[in-house]
């Protein structure tokens, strides 16, 4: 199916994620100043929907409380017309409860929504850094080893009948076959609604590789169980980021990049800014001699309520 409106691209943009630490990049936005800053950027380079974590300004870490949210959600609505997608994924070893409250409070056009519970492997990473900043950095790494990322079929049920009251939909992160038919569970009986905006994400150790095969298994397979009720997305973990994205784009799918997913622009060169790796998917985009959509263009290909429906 295509997923483009006349061959038009959503770009989205996940600014700071609560996977990498501070150690791993200078330009990691933390406090929500630098969040803000990379949100409106990443939009004036052509995304339009920002995907946006909250963090603690002081450690990085990650903050999932809703008040952490407030100055750059506002910031944000103040500079752009971005599409604001709130993540409900936090961080995998907060609680469900915990973790859609900020999207609850502030009543989103778009949250992000996790279909399955998987293992959440970050621990690889310990082997590519000496030394932390913080020691919640190296602990968390490691923790996650023995992590699973709880995502239960109640605990998604009442995510999606507490977020539904809002009128806010969904960005449905797939990292495996079977979150695509937990998904179709919940488009059957009736508890969410097309158009589908299903983000197949490739790379995460716990997830589905990020191999081309692997691309083309969740694409056909979201084609069978879906048909024309969803748009298609895709984000590919670490070195796996353009690639992915390049595939998909000439397939007629959407494309997600960001801090969140990457800390690169190239082999052994950190990104400078979640803007960069906006404009250097777009070059991918338009050498394809496809076009970027826009805000409002991404609003009424999701369906989505528009930002005066938002509670920020």
Not at 76 to 84: A, G, L
Not at 206 to 218: N, Y
Not at 282 to 289: C, E, K, P, S, Y
Request: charged share 20%; glycine share 8%.
């Amino acid at each position: 199916m295509p997923s483009g409106a006349k061959g038009k691209v959503i770009i989205s943009c996940a600014v700071t994620g609560s996977i990498h630490t501070p150690s791993m990049s200078p330009h990691l936005p933390i406090t929500a100043e630098q969040i803000a800053d990379a949100a409106v950027a990443a939009s004036e380079a052509g995304a339009a929907i920002v995907h946006l974590h909250a963090r603690n300004p002081e450690d990085g870490r990650p903050d999932q409380r809703p008040e952490a949210f407030a100055p750059f959600l506002r910031a944000i609505k103040q500079r752009s017309d971005v599409v604001v997608n709130l993540t409900t994924g936090g961080s995998p070893f907060m609680p469900i409860q915990e973790r859609i409250a900020p999207a609850m409070h502030w009543r989103p056009e778009v949250a992000s929504l996790n279909m399955g519970s998987m293992n959440f492997g970050l621990f690889p990473m310990l082997n590519r850094y000496d030394n932390f900043q913080h020691e919640w950095e190296r602990k968390m790494l490691e923790a996650s080893r023995d992590l699973v990322f709880r995502n239960s079929f109640a605990e998604i049920e009442s995510a999606i009948t507490q977020l539904n009251a809002f009128d806010t939909r969904y960005e449905f992160e797939c990292y495996d076959t079977s979150h695509l038919y937990n998904l179709h569970y919940f488009w059957k009986e009736g508890l969410v609604k097309a158009p589908l905006f299903i983000q197949t994400c490739f790379g995460l150790l716990g997830g589905i590789g990020a191999h081309e095969d692997d691309i083309m298994h969740m694409k056909r397979t979201a084609d069978r169980l879906f048909g024309d009720a969803y748009r298609w997305s895709v984000l590919g973990a670490g070195r796996a980021q353009m690639a992915v994205c390049a595939m998909a784009a000439s397939m007629g799918g959407n494309v997600r990049v960001g801090l969140e997913d990457n800390l690169w622009i190239a082999p052994g060169e950190l990104a400078a800014s979640n803007a960069d790796q906006v404009r250097k998917v777009r070059q991918i985009i338009d050498g394809l001699g496809l076009e970027v959509a826009s805000a409002g263009e991404a609003r009424a290909m999701l369906s989505l309520k528009g930002v005066d429906h938002v509670e920020f």
